[in-house]
Nanobody, 124 residues
Framework: QEQLVESGGGLVHAGGSLRLSCAAS????????IGWFRQAPGKEREGVSY????????YYANSVKGRFTISKDNAKNTVYLQMNSLQPEDTAVYYC?????????????????WGQGTQVTVSS
Protein backbone atom coordinates (compact mmCIF):
# COMPACT_ATOMS: atom_id res chain seq x y z
CA GLN A 1 0.00 0.00 0.00
CA GLU A 2 1.40 3.34 -1.05
CA GLN A 3 1.57 5.75 1.84
CA LEU A 4 3.09 9.15 2.49
CA VAL A 5 3.53 10.53 6.00
CA GLU A 6 4.42 14.16 6.63
CA SER A 7 6.08 15.45 9.77
CA GLY A 8 8.05 18.40 11.03
CA GLY A 9 5.44 21.10 11.24
CA GLY A 10 5.13 23.42 14.20
CA LEU A 11 4.91 26.97 15.46
CA VAL A 12 7.73 29.40 14.70
CA HIS A 13 8.26 33.14 14.77
CA ALA A 14 8.62 35.10 11.57
CA GLY A 15 12.11 34.67 10.20
CA GLY A 16 12.42 31.19 11.65
CA SER A 17 12.97 27.85 9.95
CA LEU A 18 11.38 24.43 9.80
CA ARG A 19 12.19 21.24 7.94
CA LEU A 20 9.29 19.12 6.78
CA SER A 21 9.67 15.43 5.98
CA CYS A 22 7.62 13.25 3.65
CA ALA A 23 8.36 9.57 4.26
CA ALA A 24 7.17 7.08 1.68
CA SER A 25 6.33 3.44 2.27
CA UNK A 26 5.13 0.72 -0.05
CA UNK A 27 6.84 2.16 -3.10
CA UNK A 28 10.00 3.93 -4.18
CA UNK A 29 10.02 7.64 -4.83
CA UNK A 30 12.48 7.25 -7.72
CA UNK A 31 9.64 6.71 -10.19
CA UNK A 32 7.58 9.75 -9.29
CA UNK A 33 7.47 13.48 -9.02
CA ILE A 34 7.02 14.32 -5.35
CA GLY A 35 5.27 17.57 -4.59
CA TRP A 36 4.66 19.74 -1.56
CA PHE A 37 1.38 21.62 -1.43
CA ARG A 38 -0.11 23.87 1.21
CA GLN A 39 -3.58 25.03 2.10
CA ALA A 40 -4.36 27.95 4.32
CA PRO A 41 -7.81 28.44 5.88
CA GLY A 42 -10.27 29.73 3.32
CA LYS A 43 -7.80 29.42 0.45
CA GLU A 44 -7.27 26.95 -2.35
CA ARG A 45 -4.54 24.35 -2.18
CA GLU A 46 -1.31 25.80 -3.60
CA GLY A 47 1.61 23.96 -5.16
CA VAL A 48 4.81 24.94 -3.36
CA SER A 49 7.60 22.80 -4.75
CA TYR A 50 8.36 19.49 -6.39
CA UNK A 51 11.32 17.24 -7.09
CA UNK A 52 11.62 14.66 -9.84
CA UNK A 53 12.59 11.28 -8.50
CA UNK A 54 14.38 10.37 -11.73
CA UNK A 55 16.87 13.21 -12.03
CA UNK A 56 16.39 15.36 -8.92
CA UNK A 57 15.31 18.43 -10.85
CA UNK A 58 13.21 20.83 -8.85
CA TYR A 59 10.51 23.47 -9.13
CA TYR A 60 9.53 26.24 -6.73
CA ALA A 61 6.56 28.54 -6.67
CA ASN A 62 7.53 32.21 -6.89
CA SER A 63 6.19 32.77 -3.39
CA VAL A 64 8.84 30.48 -1.85
CA LYS A 65 11.73 30.70 -4.31
CA GLY A 66 14.97 31.51 -2.54
CA ARG A 67 13.55 30.59 0.88
CA PHE A 68 12.52 26.94 0.54
CA THR A 69 14.67 24.02 -0.60
CA ILE A 70 13.37 20.59 -1.55
CA SER A 71 15.60 17.53 -1.39
CA LYS A 72 15.39 13.76 -1.47
CA ASP A 73 17.16 11.06 0.51
CA ASN A 74 17.08 7.90 -1.56
CA ALA A 75 18.29 5.66 1.26
CA LYS A 76 15.45 6.84 3.51
CA ASN A 77 12.90 7.11 0.69
CA THR A 78 12.07 10.52 2.09
CA VAL A 79 11.65 14.00 0.67
CA TYR A 80 12.39 17.09 2.71
CA LEU A 81 11.28 20.69 2.49
CA GLN A 82 13.65 23.07 4.24
CA MET A 83 11.80 26.29 4.91
CA ASN A 84 13.79 29.37 5.88
CA SER A 85 12.82 32.99 6.47
CA LEU A 86 9.27 31.91 7.22
CA GLN A 87 6.58 34.56 7.14
CA PRO A 88 3.03 34.61 8.53
CA GLU A 89 1.69 34.11 5.01
CA ASP A 90 3.41 30.70 4.97
CA THR A 91 0.98 29.51 7.63
CA ALA A 92 -0.92 26.53 6.25
CA VAL A 93 -1.30 22.78 6.38
CA TYR A 94 1.45 21.31 4.24
CA TYR A 95 0.87 18.11 2.29
CA CYS A 96 3.06 15.91 0.13
CA UNK A 97 1.79 13.87 -2.78
CA UNK A 98 3.11 12.07 -5.85
CA UNK A 99 2.40 11.96 -9.55
CA UNK A 100 3.70 9.65 -12.27
CA UNK A 101 2.95 12.22 -14.95
CA UNK A 102 5.35 14.57 -16.70
CA UNK A 103 3.70 17.68 -15.31
CA UNK A 104 4.47 21.27 -16.23
CA UNK A 105 2.42 22.89 -13.49
CA UNK A 106 1.48 21.67 -10.03
CA UNK A 107 -2.10 20.74 -10.73
CA UNK A 108 -3.27 19.03 -7.56
CA UNK A 109 -5.74 16.84 -9.44
CA UNK A 110 -2.79 15.05 -11.08
CA UNK A 111 -1.30 14.10 -7.72
CA UNK A 112 -2.28 11.22 -5.46
CA UNK A 113 -1.39 9.27 -2.35
CA TRP A 114 -1.80 12.42 -0.29
CA GLY A 115 -0.43 12.41 3.22
CA GLN A 116 -2.41 13.57 6.22
CA GLY A 117 -0.70 16.96 6.29
CA THR A 118 1.37 18.79 8.88
CA GLN A 119 0.47 22.19 10.31
CA VAL A 120 2.91 25.08 9.95
CA THR A 121 2.10 28.23 11.89
CA VAL A 122 4.26 31.35 11.65
CA SER A 123 3.62 34.09 14.17
CA SER A 124 4.43 37.72 13.48
Amino acid sequence: QEQLVESGGGLVHAGGSLRLSCAASGFTLDNYIIGWFRQAPGKEREGVSYIRGTDGSTYYANSVKGRFTISKDNAKNTVYLQMNSLQPEDTAVYYCAITPFAIETMTSELFGSWGQGTQVTVSS
